[in-house]
C-alpha cells in the first residue's frame, strides 16, 4: 500500500495519495493575498488544478470540498468563480462555512478530496 505525497515541508503536503484517492491541503491564493474574493477564489482553484493534475486526477473527479470565508457575505462573489470552475454534472459533496482564516490577507481557503 503505498502513500504518494507532493510538495512535503515540515508542517504538511500540499496532496496526498492513497489507495485510489487524493487528498489536498487547504489551499489559499499565495499569489494574490490581499487580492478580492474572487481573484483569490481563482488562483486557489487554479492551484488545486495543479495538485489534482499531479496527482493523476481533475475536477472532475472531486468528491467533496470544504470552504472558509472570512466573510460569509462573500458567499456570492466566491460561487460565481466556482460555478464557472465546476464541471457541469460533476458538482461535489461540498461545505462552505464562515472562519477566521490563518492570516488576514487571506479571504478564502478551499479543501478537496479527489478520486483517482
Known sequence: MS???HD????MS????????????GQVAFDKAGA??????????DRIDKYLAASGTDKTKVLAAEI???DISTFDEMNAVWDAWVP???A???????????APQFTV???VTAAV
Open 3 to 5: 502513500i504518494e505525497r
Open 8 to 11: 512535503v515541508a515540515a508542517r
Open 14 to 25: 500540499q496532496a496526498v495519495v492513497h489507495n485510489g484517492t487524493a487528498y489536498l491541503a
Open 36 to 45: 478580492s474574493v474572487a481573484e483569490q477564489t481563482q488562483n486557489i482553484l
Open 68 to 70: 472558509w470565508l472570512s
Open 88 to 90: 457541469e454534472g460533476n
Open 92 to 102: 461535489p459533496a461540498r461545505a462552505c462555512v464562515e472562519a477566521k482564516l490563518a
Open 109 to 111: 481557503e478551499i479543501m
